[in-house]
């Protein structure tokens, strides 16, 4: 069982970038894939990026995909969301979620149901 905790959302113009970071409570955060997800006014709750549980397979949305880039650092039990060239688009809330059985490949989403322990949200605007 894992806790997840979230930090670095904000304000942004269009453009700029924030990091996200998502930090972990628990004893085998390195058996657990993570994934971050976000849900904008009006709309469903959709995933951003996943990472394996070592790092080795990463997925991104097509939306985000060479603008983002999800990491981990197992050590220290976090992991993070670089978020660059950010678009209004981008605006939505954003969880960190950690999942016991999700397999992460490049050409597959994995799906929200996999994923067990979610984090509080962290609020991301960017203006235009």
């Known amino acids: 069982q894992v806790q997840l905790v979230e930090s670095g959302g904000g304000l942004v113009q269009a453009g700029g970038s924030l990091r996200l970071t998502c930090a972990a409570s628990g004893r085998s955060f390195s058996s657990y894939a993570m994934g971050w997800f976000r849900q904008a006014p009006g709309k469903e709750r959709d995933i951003v990026a996943a990472?394996?549980?070592?790092?080795?397979?990463?997925y991104y949305d097509t939306s985000v995909k060479g603008r983002f880039t999800i990491s981990r650092d197992n050590a220290k039990n976090m992991v993070y969301l670089q978020m660059n060239s950010q678009k209004p688009e981008d605006t939505a809330v954003y969880y960190c979620a950690a999942s016991s059985r999700a397999r992460i490949s490049r050409d597959y989403a994995p799906r929200q149901a996999a994923f067990d322990y979610w984090g509080q949200g962290t609020q991301v605007t960017v203006s235009s």
């Open positions: 990472i394996s549980q070592s790092g080795t397979f990463t």
